[in-house]
């Protein structure tokens, strides 16, 4: 089963909100990722988690906060965020960390920020 | 530095033509990994294939083929008899030492019936 589920599939929110955005696998992986897509643009990296400890923040600012509760779940806290902001974020996993390992995406969840 | 370039941004065909997506790539790494996405309206990117740079044969999945060639930094994906539920858009991705993704702008396909 190669799947990932993200929650919510949309979420609108306004700039002074905070919420939470989602990410589940089962398929035993140990590397988890969020990205930030926008619209006719490939996806940008943000985070990466390898065995649930944070191996890689692309500079990105602070009202984006990632959280890896298990090696399962992937959290992305949201606050203070701007217009701008809005875009599709995916959550992606691989067996591990590395070159030679395929990621495998979630459904991304589509955010507008108001 | 690591670069993708798909210079078509856009192909539209008629349902049942062949249709080629190109992909180059830029790298100073010797080891590294070529992966083609498929990302449907839905939202979700699909992963296609991988290969890595020190295998060079050509592969064939159904419908699907990809040729990789070393010589010219290149690895283009080939549907062939195309359909319309190849709608979508497709991303060329590399993989080097840094061990992240870097992908290419995206080819948006349109298939019409």
């Known amino acids: 089963d190669t799947e990932v589920t993200q929650t919510p599939k949309h979420l609108v929110m306004g700039m002074t909100n905070k919420k939470s955005l989602k990410c589940e696998q089962h398929?035993?992986?140990?590397?988890m990722y969020w990205y930030k897509q926008k619209a006719k643009k490939p996806p940008e990296l943000m985070f990466v988690?390898?065995?649930?400890?944070?191996?890689i923040n692309e500079s990105v600012p602070s009202r984006f906060s990632p959280e890896c509760p298990n090696s399962s779940l992937l959290n992305l806290h949201l606050h203070a965020l701007q217009p701008e902001d809005s875009a599709l974020y995916l959550c992606?996993?691989?067996?591990?960390?590395?070159?030679?390992?395929?990621?495998?995406f979630g459904p991304g969840t589509r955010l507008t920020v108001t | 530095a690591q670069k993708v370039t798909q210079a078509q941004t856009e192909i539209s065909v008629v349902e049942k033509e062949d249709v080629t997506l190109d992909c180059v790539y830029e790298?100073?790494?010797?080891?590294?990994?070529l992966f083609w996405y498929k990302q449907p309206p839905s939202g979700e990117l699909v992963f296609l294939i991988r290969?890595?740079?020190?295998?060079?044969q050509n592969e064939i999945s159904g419908r699907y083929s990809w040729n990789f060639q070393k010589s010219t930094s290149s690895f283009n994906f080939t549907i062939t008899a195309s359909q319309v539920v190849d709608s979508a858009v497709y991303f060329c991705?590399?993989?080097?030492?840094?061990?992240?993704?870097?992908f290419g702008q995206g080819t948006r396909l349109t298939i019409n019936p």
């Open positions: 992606a996993s691989s067996q591990e960390q590395g070159t030679f390992y395929e990621q495998y």
């Open positions: 790298t100073r790494d010797t080891t590294y990994y």
């Open positions: 991705a590399l993989s080097g030492g840094a061990q992240k993704l870097v």
């Open positions: 398929m035993g992986h140990r590397a």
């Open positions: 988690y390898s065995y649930e400890k944070l191996s």
């Open positions: 290969r890595n740079s020190f295998d060079e």
